[in-house]
């Protein structure tokens, strides 16, 4: 178990970790999301000790180690950029920690081929890294990470460098190696999708701070706050400020029905969707109609970002298909109810959307 008590980090004067209490058990996948410069290496590199915290304890196992040297710690680290020693085979490559560590050949030899084996590195062991193409680089990083046992592993956005197809083949093995070798995993990720199909447990991070810390489906369908959902949504949330009255929440001239807000007090609220929850045609008999002004739309192959106006908010839509439009021209969109969250005056979830509440 990995704990963090009261951990902060500041360098010259300048706050990176914000106090910090989280606590990781053994056998579980943790990602850490967040845009550029939120602290998710920082905070990895607290969990691993390569830098020290200004205030708080690291605990490992129930034991202090804040102040231990991270050579002596039982962790291993793959970052974004492949590292690997390019006149050393894939084999020897894997085998390097263990021969540090001083273990006899034959344990060496097994643990590299079971390792190998469990990352379709096998056929490839007589390679040097150079020789590979970049998935199969980082797989033997990987490897190499994984082979010493560590009951620590930290990854640092380890597939930003690898092309779409790469990625989608990693995001799909690493959950796998990780169930395999039973240690605790620390992922760090600036994107969302990544962190729901990696599964286990989130914690969104923003400007040095955990926002929230839990299942992963969980912190993306019930964000505690604004700034969660802003997180944890690609691209980040649309908010619309509301006013409930009576039988109503409004946003103009705007009205939804009620529906899951019937027992919330009157008064304003930050309303917030989702990109993919606008449509362009009417999706549901609930849905409401917002008339608009079109920005842009940029068409990524089989869907469209659709960029709008609404009075003085921004939206954008993530809608399915090609859609070629003209900025500036008027453009209805459609929201259903069951999609719109509540966030109290300081931004506080004061009501998940329904279609969350039901999942």
């Known amino acids: 178990m990995l704990e963090l008590q009261g951990v902060s980090r500041s360098v010259g004067g300048r706050v990176h970790i914000h106090p910090t209490n989280l606590t990781l058990q053994k056998g579980t996948m943790n990602v850490l999301l967040g845009p550029t410069l939120s602290g998710k290496t ?21 034991q202090d180690v804040t102040g231990k040297r991270v050579q002596s710690r039982d962790i291993a680290m793959v970052y974004q950029q492949f590292i690997n020693y390019p006149g050393l085979s894939v084999y020897e490559n894997i085998a390097s920690p263990l021969r540090i560590l001083g273990r006899s ?29 970049g998935g199969q680089q980082q797989r033997c990083a990987l490897a190499r990470a994984l082979v010493k046992g560590a009951g620590l592993v930290l990854l640092d956005e380890p597939l930003a460098n690898l092309d779409y197809k790469l990625r989608e083949e990693l995001r799909v093995e690493i959950p796998r190696i990780f169930e395999a070798s039973g240690a605790i995993f620390v992922y760090a990720t600036t994107e969302p999708e990544e962190a729901l199909l990696l599964g286990g447990n989130t914690a969104t991070l923003w400007q040095g701070r955990i926002t929230q810390f839990g299942l992963t489906p969980t912190v993306y369908r019930q964000p505690v706050d604004a700034t969660t959902a802003r997180v944890f949504s690609d691209p980040p949330m649309n908010f619309v400020d509301a006013r409930k009255r009576a039988e109503a929440v409004s946003f103009g001239e705007t009205a939804l029905a009620l529906g899951s807000f019937a027992d919330l007090p009157d008064g304003a609220y930050l309303a917030g969707f ?7 045609d009417r999706p549901s008999p609930a849905a409401v109609e917002f008339a608009c002004t079109l920005i842009g739309t940029e068409i990524t192959g089989s869907e469209t970002f659709v960029h709008v106006e609404h009075g003085a908010d921004r939206w954008v839509g993530l809608v399915e298909g090609v859609h070629l439009l003209t900025p500036g021209q008027p453009l209805s969109v459609w929201l259903d109810p069951a999609h719109v969250y509540l966030f109290d005056p300081a931004e506080r979830l004061a009501a998940p959307a329904a279609y969350a509440r039901a999942a």
């Open 42 to 62: 920082s905070l990895m590199r607290l969990m691993a000790g390569l830098d020290q915290p200004t205030e708080g304890r690291v605990c490992w196992n129930g």
């Open 274 to 280: 989702r990109a993919n929850h606008l449509s362009l």
């Open 105 to 133: 050949k034959p344990e060496i030899d097994r643990k590299v081929r079971e390792t190998a084996e469990m990352l379709h590195l096998t056929p490839m062991l007589a390679r040097k890294p150079l020789e590979l193409s």
